[in-house]
């Protein structure tokens, strides 16, 4: 059951807020999928391999069983305890299968690796196409509740006389074109550094997309589409290997752009009333521009030590690693996301001309902050002028250590002790700024960056504790091996 509110000032000025519920037995959907792979690797000299792959990924269409009487959905409006919401025809609900058969999904994939003598280098390249047979998730098209039901914003709204489901779309398996070329050098024993360009192209992904009734307000259907599009593209430089036969040391960079149209995979992105696909085209959520990575283990020698001291101070390994990233894009809208309201595609503000969009200030989080007369809000139901995660937040600086040792026992039993700290030296990190115009803490950030991914609940992502961003972390460790 979900209980949905157009926006904050309704819920305070009583406007009747919608109601959506659902009990039902079915209808079950099964779904079936099989492939066919082959590959082959060619020596074709000693200096050049060629490999040939070729996979058919079958998926007939899901079977749908489906019995009318065990179908209790319900979508309206709540006016109070005591009332009952409004229900509506769902009789002409279309269980159709989600996709046809289709006998054309042939993925072909090629690389090679040559070897050149002087100066001695490896060049590497590979190119292939790839489906995504996950389509668990696309059967959710047969839900009752395709069809949903938001209240206007009318403070005395009516319902309208009916809503009749229109078939699911039709659906394809998710493809994805990918390349990668790269270049290996030996620097010098045991030591390689390699640049490589890695790219790829999503086509006929998976995005969930709402229909709206711009009059009424009301959410007429939500269901998955094959719209979906996304692109990437990477350079990344790196080096690996022993400095010394004690220092091994492992340092990259890489600079990367995602874009797509929708990036999540359960948000709504409204489509039709002349909103354009293509102006949701824009940096991917999780773009990161660029990010540099070191990390080095060094063990002690236990010969620079006396007999006496090599059982306190001999054998000890220290490792550290260091993380630094341009921070991830965002918007600034019109609409409190926060709570679940809107679209993830709809309420961007418009820039106004000549105003900068971040000021200095030493006391907000970060020294930073967002300039409120940069934006304004856009005409009602239009997105302004500030494009799709337009924007791009703090960065990221972080080091972690530590310290650990093995200590045989007696027989096969040994000890492992370890000491590490994250974010040693409790540099602060802070999440994205408010980006709601309406919010009294607007364009300052609120939170660390560890709290950016959920707060590690089953329905709010991954567990802080565990992310890069938070204020240092000691942890000890013991673990016994026998």
């Known amino acids: 059951m979900a209980i949905t509110s157009p926006s904050i000032d309704a819920l305070l000025h009583g406007v009747p807020l919608g109601l959506t519920g659902s009990f039902f037995f079915g209808p079950e959907s099964s779904s079936q999928q099989g492939s066919f792979f082959a590959q082959d690797t060619l020596h074709l000299s000693k200096r050049l391999d060629l490999l040939l792959g070729l996979r058919w990924e079958i998926a007939p269409p899901n079977i749908v069983s489906i019995n009318a009487d065990n179908y209790y959905p319900f979508i309206g409006y709540w006016r109070g305890i005591g009332t009952s919401p409004v229900e509506f025809d769902y009789s002409n609900f279309s269980h159709a299968p989600s996709w046809p058969m289709r006998w054309n999904q042939i993925a072909p994939r090629i690389g090679l690796a040559y070897r050149l003598k002087s100066p001695d280098l490896v060049f590497r390249a590979g190119a292939g196409l790839f489906y995504d047979t996950q389509i668990g998730s696309i059967i959710d098209n047969e839900n009752p509740l395709t069809a949903w039901q938001y209240s206007p914003t009318s403070p005395n709204p009516q319902p309208p006389s009916g809503i009749t489901s229109s078939p699911p779309p039709t659906l394809f398996l998710p ?153 991830f894009p965002f918007d600034v809208t019109t609409v409190d996301r926060s709570v679940g309201l809107g679209f993830d595609n709809t309420g961007r503000a418009s820039l106004v001309p000549g105003q900068p969009i971040w000021i200095a200030n030493s006391a907000a989080p970060g020294g930073r902050e967002l300039n409120p007369a940069a934006f304004m809000a856009p005409v009602a139901g239009m997105n302004g002028t500030l494009g799709r995660n337009g924007l791009t937040g703090n960065g990221l600086f972080q080091i972690d250590a530590s310290v650990r040792r093995q200590f045989r026992l007696f027989e096969g039993l040994s000890m ?67």
């Open 416 to 482: 492992e002790t370890s000491i590490s700290a994250f974010n040693t030296l409790n540099h602060p990190t802070f999440a994205n700024p408010v980006n709601y115009l309406g919010s009294a803490l607007f364009g300052q950030s609120t939170s660390t960056a560890n709290l950016m991914l959920g707060s590690g609940s089953p329905t709010t992502g991954l567990t802080p504790l565990f992310q890069s961003g938070g204020p240092r972390t000691i942890e000890l460790g013991l673990r016994f091996t026998f």
């Open 175 to 327: 493809r994805v074109w990918e390349w990668r070329t790269s270049v290996e050098r030996e620097i010098h024993k045991a030591s390689l550094f390699s640049l490589s360009y890695f790219g790829s192209a999503g086509r006929r992904l998976l995005r969930n997309e709402a229909t709206q009734d711009p009059l009424a307000g009301v959410l007429q259907t939500l269901a998955f589409t094959s719209d979906g599009i996304s692109n990437y593209e990477a350079l990344l430089a790196q080096y690996r290997g022993n400095l010394s036969p004690r220092l091994f040391i492992l340092a990259s960079y890489t600079w990367s752009h995602s874009i797509d149209n929708g990036s999540s995979d359960t948000t709504p992105e409204l489509v039709g009333q002349g909103i354009n696909r293509a102006s949701d085209i824009g940096s991917s959520s999780f773009d990161v521009r660029h990010l540099f990575t070191t990390s080095l283990e060094y063990k002690l020698p236990s010969e620079a030590f006396t007999p006496r001291l090599q059982k306190f101070l001999g054998g000890w390994q220290f490792s550290s690693t260091l993380v630094a990233r341009t921070g």
